[in-house]
């Protein structure tokens, strides 16, 4: 299926999208789209041919519980609603906990990387297998980027990816940022991952900017393409064609033209360069090695993930999620100082998003908005999305008194009301509103 080149779509770029020449198809954030309310701008690119992709964020294939079967059907509403040709996801684990391990369920609000071990590819293979017989259309599963490593994996990045598409025959969504990303952060070759990967299977490829930080790669969406970035986009597209390109932009939007520039320079380094057979020669020496017995399917264990390999999961992925953004102590073998790391990032990037779906918020709080949202979030995790941390997070505020400023408690006591009020008053709420009464009392 050729797509061509494309960009990501996002409301704050919309008119531009709708202008840019070239644009042949678009990629939207599947959990932002409404179904029956699809913005105006979105029916305009679709009336005039363009494809649009929904790319999910909170499925959390990786993860040691089956896919939620609401989530599927939401994604499925919106492939058909966009007469989508695919949708895409990712091979990470977003939420640990739960059932399986007998604890409360913690949400990272990020993608993070599964361990690359054959329990943890049982676990994927029948997870994508029940979301691939759960959508109207293929499935393809990008490569993430990552700050921190698991421990004793057993299976190089490509060598996973190898198996997950022989497994299930998902499609590959190949971001080559991440290549990059993983290469500058825990020094892995993007061209040996090239080289063992199943080429062949990409269905499009990602492209997006970034920045270094202290020797850390910070994979933002919110900067230029760089150079290492493209270079690693030809030695891609020396190997195989890929049916499609794409721009990903995700915040501080530059102006229409410089956009252009980069689906021109992108376009440059993927039409009119011949792809090698390097890649044909790759998926011959994997057949010729499984016709050998190898690299082989791991120990003799069931397939399909199986209750003990899904509690093993659970269990590891629990304990690192936990590390991350509860506090508590890290897992043998990961690096405490990475992982240290990659939590405050987490914790700045909840900060951001609740300041998006609840601008109100940082204008109420003005300049002590960040300070107080990451005290607040410091060994309380999330658990029930963005929407419901932006409530917790003001109610626990207004529990304690503040903010200080008199006018600013009370339009976030109102705030707080008008959105919470629908719920059941829990303790917490009677707590609020008792302090609203002390308030109104002075």
């Not at 299976?155 to 990816?161: A, D, K, P, V, Y």
């Not at 380094?269 to 790759?282: C, F, I, K």
């Not at 043998?332 to 987490?346: I, K, N, P, Y």
């Not at 059941?424 to 008792?434: E, M, N």
Request: negative net charge.
């Amino acid at each position: 299926m050729e797509l061509g080149i494309g960009i990501g779509w996002r409301p704050e770029i919309a008119d531009a999208v709708q202008e840019l020449p070239g644009v042949d198809w678009v990629e939207v954030v599947a959990e932002n789209i409404c179904p029956g309310h699809l913005p105006a701008a979105l029916t305009r690119l679709r009336s005039r041919g363009t494809r649009i992709v929904p790319h999910g964020v909170s499925l959390g294939l990786g993860g040691a519980d089956r896919p939620s079967t609401q989530r599927l059907a939401d994604l499925a509403e919106r492939a058909t609603a966009l007469g989508a040709p695919l949708v895409t996801e990712h091979i990470a684990f977003v939420r640990a906990g739960g059932v399986l391990t007998a604890s409360p369920q913690l949400e990272a609000g990020h993608l993070l990387p599964v361990p690359r071990t054959w329990d943890a590819l049982k676990v994927l293979c029948e997870n994508v297998r029940i979301a691939q017989d759960s959508l109207p259309v293929p499935l393809a599963l990008e490569n993430i980027a990552a700050l921190i490593s698991w421990p004793d994996e057993e299976l190089t990045e490509g060598q996973f990816l190898a198996e997950l598409v022989e497994r299930t025959g998902v499609g590959l969504l190949i971001d080559v940022a991440n290549l990059h990303t993983n290469h500058v952060n825990r020094g892995e070759d993007p061209a040996t991952a090239l080289d063992e990967l199943p080429v062949e299977a990409i269905a499009y490829v990602h492209v997006a900017g970034g920045t270094e930080r202290d020797g850390i790669w910070h994979d933002t969406h919110a900067h230029p393409v760089t150079e290492p970035i493209l270079d690693i986009l030809s030695d891609l597209r020396a190997r195989v064609s890929p049916p499609g390109v794409l721009l990903e932009r995700d915040d501080d939007f530059p102006p229409k033209e410089e956009l252009a520039a980069e689906l021109t320079t992108i376009r440059g380094r993927v039409v009119g360069q011949h792809a090698g057979r390097r890649g044909e020669a790759r998926a011959a020496q994997r057949g010729e090695a499984r016709a050998r017995g190898g690299p082989g399917p791991g120990p003799k264990t069931a397939e399909g993930g199986s209750p003990d390999a899904r509690e093993r999961v659970a269990l590891s992925q629990a304990a690192v999620l936990s590390a991350l953004v509860a506090g508590t102590p890290a897992p043998e073998g990961f690096d405490s100082q990475r992982l240290r790391v990659q939590s405050r990032a987490l914790a700045a990037k909840r900060a951001d998003v609740v300041a998006k779906v609840a601008p109100e918020l940082p204008e109420i709080l003005g300049e002590g908005y960040r300070a107080a949202f990451l005290a607040y979030a410091k060994g309380r995790p999330m658990h029930d999305g963005y929407r419901r941390d932006a409530l917790d997070f003001a109610e626990q505020l207004l529990v304690s008194g503040r903010p200080d400023d008199d006018n600013a408690r009370r339009l976030l006591t109102r705030w707080w009301e008008e959105r919470a009020s629908t719920h059941p008053p829990r303790r917490g709420a009677r707590l609020v509103r008792a302090a609203r009464a002390a308030l109104v009392g002075r």
